[in-house]
């Protein structure tokens, strides 16, 4: 096979088209994976729908699992054929501030996987060797995908809510579903928190040993020692404020959200407070893994072929996806 092909985004609002051209070489510290699974991400529709920025035309994803096919001049310590996971942040400048502080996911000039770098949606992908991960041997490709975004901004948006004994998360879908199991892992008290009257989502998340799942209408039996929003919508902040404790955290863990309305300070008093979560480091990424491996994680894919990514997506956003969508291109 000289050919690859892959689903690109030409601008916002366009439906993904197939494109082919020849199989990509690698540049100095890069590698060319041949890709086997690509997970769907909520970013990629805010990619769609031009709420993210990206370099158009782009070609999404960045939750790749793959095998390196070509090594480029200068990269060490691996082999062609050799399995590894391309995630969101794909290279930092390595000298802004915060790059010399170790907080490399918050870099002022970050290559994004996907955004500014062309992603997963493709049978090839070049990716800097450096910000590769390795995915224990116990996961597969398919249910490996998943978790080199959900999985892992998931796992770094759970660090943030701190040492919690309950913790409420909002949208129970690809990131919800891993972090769950972590956190009941842990020790925690698990709540879901669905779309109203999603009640397949609410069932889902029992199965994963959520304590209770109802509508963001309503609220948990307790008030809880944090809340994380997987959910996009903005007006979820208030209400998740309302449900934590004194001393509570709520932490957002999406790329973007609708605006949050105003709200009474009096439900931010008590030492209540909200933060965000940005991306992800390799720290984190190697803190997981070893993490997934250990509990271990089991994640729940419906597998789309590469050319029915457009049809991934939109089942994506109308919440058709129980657990995580994965692209599996048709290698020929
Ligand atoms: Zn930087
Ligand atoms: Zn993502």
Redesign the pocket.
């Known amino acids: 096979m000289t050919r690859s092909y892959a689903m690109q985004l030409d601008r916002p609002g366009a439906a993904l088209r197939a494109v082919e051209r020849p199989i990509p070489s690698p540049g100095r510290g890069e590698v060319v994976l041949e890709v086997s699974a690509c ?1 769907v ?4 529709l805010h990619i769609v729908d031009g709420e993210v920025a990206a370099n158009f035309p782009i070609v999404p994803g ?2 790749i699992v793959g095998r390196i096919v070509a090594i480029g001049a200068g990269v060490d310590g691996v082999s062609v054929g050799q399995r590894l996971g391309v995630p ?1 942040l794909g290279g930092t400048c390595e000298r802004c501030f915060y790059c010399r502080l170790g907080q490399e996911n918050l870099c002022d000039l970050p290559v994004f996987t996907g955004a500014s770098r062309d992603g997963g949606y493709a049978t090839h992908v070049v990716a800097d060797a450096r910000f590769c991960l390795e995915i224990p041997a116990a996961f597969g490709d398919v249910e490996a995908a998943p978790l ?3 999985g892992l ?1 998931g796992y770094r948006a759970l660090a943030m809510a701190g040492d919690c004994r309950s913790i409420a998360l909002y949208g129970f879908g690809a990131a919800a579903h891993i972090i769950a199991q972590i956190a009941r892992w842990q020790g925690r008290d698990v709540y879901a928190l669905t779309k109203p009257g999603d009640v397949a989502s609410q069932n889902f998340a029992r199965s994963l040993g959520c304590a209770w799942a109802g509508g963001s209408d309503q609220a948990p039996p307790e008030s809880v020692d944090a809340a994380i929003l997987f959910a996009a919508a903005g007006e979820l902040v208030p209400e998740a404020l309302r449900i934590v404790r004194k001393g509570g955290r709520v932490v957002c863990a999406g ?1 973007h959200m609708s605006d949050i309305p105003s709200f009474p300070y009096a439900d931010l008093w008590g030492e209540r407070s909200i933060r965000s979560v940005a991306n992800l480091t390799r720290a984190d990424g190697k803190a997981f893994f070893e993490l997934a491996a250990r509990v271990p994680l089991r994640t729940t894919t419906q597998v789309y072929p590469l050319a029915q990514a457009n049809e991934a997506l939109d089942a994506l956003r109308t919440s058709r996806i129980e657990g995580a969508a994965v692209l599996v291109p048709e290698h020929r």
Request: aromatic fraction near 8%.
């Open positions: 997970g991400c909520r970013t990629d960045h939750e969101w080199l975004c959900a901004i790329i």
